[in-house]
């Protein structure tokens, strides 16, 4: 027993030296698990500042206590820290339980990308939208509901008016006509979901896809890789896709997890137009087949509201 104690306890010290040796590579661990999901360096603003040069415009005991404790500062109207805060859409930093010696490993491997000693970061995130234009389709349908909303806001301001002067009701045959009205709404509805049925935008199960795609869905990014990412410690470890492209017309199953919270998974087109969307579900994989016939740029949006960054989450892929 004792042996056993001392065995363990001399393995955790050859681990915890092991992982003292590389600061900057446990920098990029972590770096990737905790921050790399709302900052950037060197590819620009996301839903926090790129972190690009950082330790040049910060003095380090700021960054150290910004880092560990971002929500305290904030709480302690530090001036820097506000006014981060009012230019990032009033979002808080969350506090990610960083300890100091962590947060000079992520300030090394920052410091380390700002260098250019691990080159190839910069850009890697999508541009921005340029401003979306509703592919034709989607005002038709938008169009259409709003006709129908406007029918049924109609009829029921018509029913409340029709209270004013009440009248006798023939309760027999007001039956009469509600069996009639179910009866064809009944049929027109079975005869349209009939019609509409194999047109349903379904992958045939025995359809074999060309390409697997694992995607992870965390506040407030999507990561892309060939292997499943299960939980957030996956990342950093399991290497990621950084720009997913696809030959046009390949077969693509998207298996898309959670690492938080509910998300959405919304494939959009070149032309905007919404191509696929699923769930993403922490504890789930959905899985998602889509042939992607036409080539261009293709973005992926959150379409499930998740927190305040939620309207940033997006990642972009290229169809060639
Ligand atoms: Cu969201």
Same mark, same amino acid.
């Given at each position: 027993?004792?042996?056993? =104690?001392?065995?363990?306890?001399?393995?955790?010290?050859?681990?915890?030296?092991?992982?003292?040796?590389?600061?900057?590579?446990?920098?990029?661990?972590?770096?990737?698990?905790?921050?790399?999901?709302? +900052?950037?360096?060197?590819?620009?603003?996301?839903?926090?500042?790129?972190?690009?040069?950082? /330790?040049?415009?910060?003095?380090?005991?700021?960054?150290?206590?910004?880092? =560990?404790?971002? #929500?305290?500062?904030?709480?302690?109207?530090?001036?820097?820290?506000?006014?981060?805060?009012?230019?990032?859409?009033?979002?808080?930093?969350?506090?990610?339980?960083?300890?100091?010696? #962590?947060?000079?490993?992520?300030?090394?491997?920052?410091?380390?990308?700002?260098?250019?000693?691990?080159? /190839?970061?910069?850009?890697?995130?999508?541009?921005?939208?340029?401003?979306?234009?509703?592919?034709?389709?989607?005002?038709?349908?938008?169009?259409?509901?709003?006709?129908?909303?406007?029918?049924?806001?109609?009829?029921?301001?018509?029913?409340?008016?029709?209270?004013?002067?009440?009248?006798?009701? #023939?309760?027999?045959?007001?039956?009469?006509?509600?069996?009639?009205?179910?009866?064809?709404?009944?049929?027109?509805?079975?005869?349209?979901?009939?019609?509409?049925?194999?047109?349903?935008?379904?992958?045939?199960?025995?359809?074999?896809?060309?390409?697997?795609?694992?995607?992870?869905?965390?506040?407030?990014?999507?990561?892309?890789?060939?292997?499943?990412?299960?939980?957030?410690?996956?990342?950093?470890?399991?290497?990621?896709?950084?720009?997913? /492209?696809?030959?046009? !017309?390949?077969?693509?199953?998207?298996?898309?997890?959670?690492?938080?919270?509910? +998300?959405?998974?919304?494939?959009?087109?070149?032309?905007?137009?919404?191509?696929?969307?699923?769930?993403?579900?922490?504890?789930?994989?959905?899985?998602?087949?889509?042939?992607?016939?036409?080539?261009?740029?293709?973005?992926?949006?959150?379409?499930?509201?998740?927190?305040? !960054? +939620?309207?940033?989450?997006?990642?972009?892929?290229?169809?060639?």
């Amino acid at each position: 027993m004792l042996r056993h =104690t001392a065995l363990l306890a001399a393995a955790a010290l050859a681990l915890a030296g092991a992982a003292r040796a590389d600061t900057a590579a446990d920098g990029k661990v972590l770096y990737e698990q905790k921050c790399a999901a709302c +900052h950037t360096i060197g590819g620009g603003d996301r839903i926090g500042p790129d972190l690009h040069g950082v /330790a040049a415009r910060r003095p380090e005991a700021w960054l150290l206590h910004f880092i =560990t404790a971002p #929500d305290k500062m904030i709480a302690a109207k530090d001036e820097v820290a506000v006014r981060l805060y009012e230019k990032y859409n009033r979002i808080i930093m969350p506090n990610l339980g960083l300890s100091e010696a #962590d947060a000079r490993a992520v300030l090394a491997h920052i410091q380390a990308m700002t260098a250019g000693a691990v080159p /190839a970061a910069a850009a890697a995130r999508p541009s921005p939208l340029p401003q979306p234009e509703l592919a034709a389709p989607q005002s038709a349908v938008l169009t259409t509901f709003l006709v129908l909303a406007a029918l049924i806001v109609a009829v029921f301001g018509w029913i409340a008016l029709s209270t004013r002067s009440p009248a006798e009701v #023939d309760v027999k045959r007001a039956y009469g006509v509600r069996k009639v009205f179910f009866v064809t709404a009944a049929v027109v509805l079975v005869a349209l979901l009939v019609a509409t049925l194999p047109r349903a935008p379904y992958a045939r199960a025995d359809l074999k896809p060309d390409r697997i795609v694992h995607v992870a869905a965390r506040q407030f990014d999507f990561v892309f890789s060939d292997e499943p990412i299960v939980r957030a410690t996956d990342i950093g470890r399991v290497p990621t896709i950084q720009r997913l /492209a696809l030959k046009a !017309g390949t077969l693509v199953e998207f298996r898309v997890t959670s690492l938080d919270v509910n +998300h959405g998974f919304g494939l959009y087109g070149p032309q905007r137009q919404l191509v696929a969307q699923t769930q993403a579900m922490p504890g789930y994989v959905n899985r998602l087949v889509v042939r992607l016939a036409e080539p261009g740029q293709y973005k992926a949006f959150c379409l499930e509201y998740c927190a305040a !960054g +939620h309207h940033l989450m997006q990642v972009g892929l290229t169809v060639e």
